[in-house]
T-cell receptor, first 114, second 113 residues
Framework: DPKIIQKPKYLVAVTGSEKILICEQYLGHNAMYWYRQSAKKPLEFMFS???????DNQTASSRFQPQSSKKNHLDLQITALKPDDSATYFC?????????????FGSGTRLTVL | GEQVEQLPSSLIVQEGASVLINCSYT??????FPWYKQEPGKRLQFIID?????ERKQTQRLTLLFDKKTKHLSLHITATQPGDSAIYFC????????????FGQGTKLSIKP
């Protein structure tokens, strides 16, 4: 019974297009995150949000924009897609943002950019 | 910045054997070390964690050892079962980073029945 729902599970896009990755959590958590896992790199942190406010952004490109319409939603908009953006994008959440919080992950959206 | 390294990158053992996965980190500001397991096509699943003020933590068949001086952790899994086959990730979080985990490259564990 997944409590963190990511949609879609798979996504294929063409270079230059724009896509939105959806994430909803039903754990009652106050913090949400995006991580990316590609074939070439370890799982890497992208963004953190707490109470719908951006806490940390480690993404170099402005093409990646998180969007939080509700406390339990954190979508990821990616514009001007490039083949290098191909990866699995994981959403995660935690109760708070203390340094020892356990993160719970969604099952990911696998994005392929052609 | 913080770097986390895991060894070995892959491991194949017979069911029932014990395994050891090693993890090292570079930044002494790291204070929290959660481990995750990822089965093929599935979400990362939290399995065990340890804080920097502890040396050892055990839960069921998992034992996590932490050495602050050498910046080294090791995860010991006993009596392995086919369901333990997965990629295991070590991660580190610094005391001022909110939910920003730095992950190792992962260790792929395969259990032969």
């Amino acid at each position: 019974d997944p409590k963190i729902i990511q949609k879609p599970k798979y996504l294929v896009a063409v270079t230059g297009s724009e896509k939105i990755l959806i994430c909803e959590q039903y754990l009652g958590h106050n913090a949400m995150y995006w991580y990316r896992q590609s074939a070439k790199k370890p799982l890497e942190f992208m963004f953190s949000y707490s109470y719908q406010k951006l806490m940390d952004n480690q993404t170099a490109s402005s093409r990646f924009q998180p969007q939080s319409s509700k406390k339990n939603h954190l979508d990821l908009q990616i514009t001007a897609l490039k083949p290098d953006d191909s990866a699995t994008y994981f959403c995660a959440s935690s109760q708070g943002t203390a340094s020892a919080e356990t993160l719970y992950f969604g099952s990911g959206t696998r994005l392929t950019v052609l | 910045g913080e770097q986390v390294e895991q060894l070995p990158s892959s491991l194949i053992v017979q069911e029932g054997a014990s395994v050891l996965i090693n993890c090292s980190y570079t930044d002494s500001a790291s204070v929290y070390f959660p481990w995750y397991k990822q089965e093929p096509g599935k979400r990362l699943q939290f399995i065990i964690d340890i804080r920097s003020n502890m040396e050892r933590k055990q839960t069921q068949r998992l034992t996590l050892l932490f050495d602050k001086k050498t910046k080294h952790l090791s995860l010991h899994i006993t009596a392995t079962q086919p369901g333990d086959s997965a990629i295991y990730f070590c991660s580190a979080n610094m005391n001022y980073n909110q939910g920003k985990l730095i992950f190792g490259q992962g260790t792929k564990l395969s259990i032969k029945p």
